[in-house]
């Protein structure tokens, strides 16, 4: 009797109400579904995202450090092509007579005559020593301005301080004659490095 009392209110009820109803009971399943399936997920997917953007920051910084490290080992290759092209400009005490050959070899070269030639003493300076000498020589103007275009072109820096020019002999056969005070420079490795040395003992 219950059960037929009970069916026939459900039946007097109205459609819109039984829809209600469903719609209801559907949400408290999804509901129920979601506090048991997809919440854990969604709270793991945050998880997730949190250690992605953590590790993602860690990997930015990574790699501008990476970026760094690689132009600062760039710059040092260039600072040391640049020092070793320096080094080659001035040669050490063991390789002036080569750099003094090499002087006389270009005026030979240049077709002019080598009358007196006379490296004088070594002037120290802080890291390096300048190496004076005198050349005396005889030949046409052209052979002179070989000689002086060639020691622009040595790889050795030689600074020519002064040089004199004078006419000798008799049309057709006139040379010229003159003096040339210049310097080579050279590095003093061994004086530079006994220096340091010194003062480091010092400081002890």
């Known amino acids: 009797m219950k059960l037929d009392a ?21 949400l408290l399943i999804f509901c129920g579904l979601y ?8 709270e793991r997917l945050l998880r997730l995202t949190e250690e992605y953007n953590t590790l993602n920051e860690k990997w930015i910084k990574m790699n501008a450090a990476r970026t760094k490290i690689e132009r600062a080992r760039a710059e040092h290759g260039a600072l040391k092509e ?3 092209a320096l080094f080659r400009q001035l040669p050490e005490k063991k390789e002036i007579p080569s ?12 077709q002019l005559k080598v009358k007196y030639f006379e490296p004088k003493g070594l002037v120290s300076k802080e890291f ?13 103007y052209h052979s002179i301005g070989y000689f002086f275009d060639g020691m622009r072109r040595m790889e050795r820096i030689v600074k020519i301080d002064d040089f004199t020019l004078e006419a000798k002999g008799n049309f057709p056969t006139i040379y010229v004659e003159g003096i040339c005070n210049a310097k080579a420079f050279v590095y003093l490795r061994e004086e530079t490095k006994a220096k340091k040395e010194g003062k480091g003992e010092g400081k002890k």
């Open 82 to 84: 640049k020092l070793s």
């Open 6 to 26: 009970l069916n026939l209110r459900l039946r007097r009820v109205q459609p819109i109400w039984k829809l209600v109803a469903c719609l209801f009971i559907n």
């Open 35 to 42: 506090m048991q399936l997809l919440s854990p997920q969604k």
């Open 128 to 140: 390096y020593a300048e190496l004076p000498f005198e050349l005396r020589y005889a030949g046409s």
């Open 99 to 110: 750099l003094l050959r090499g002087i006389a070899h270009l005026a030979r070269e240049s």
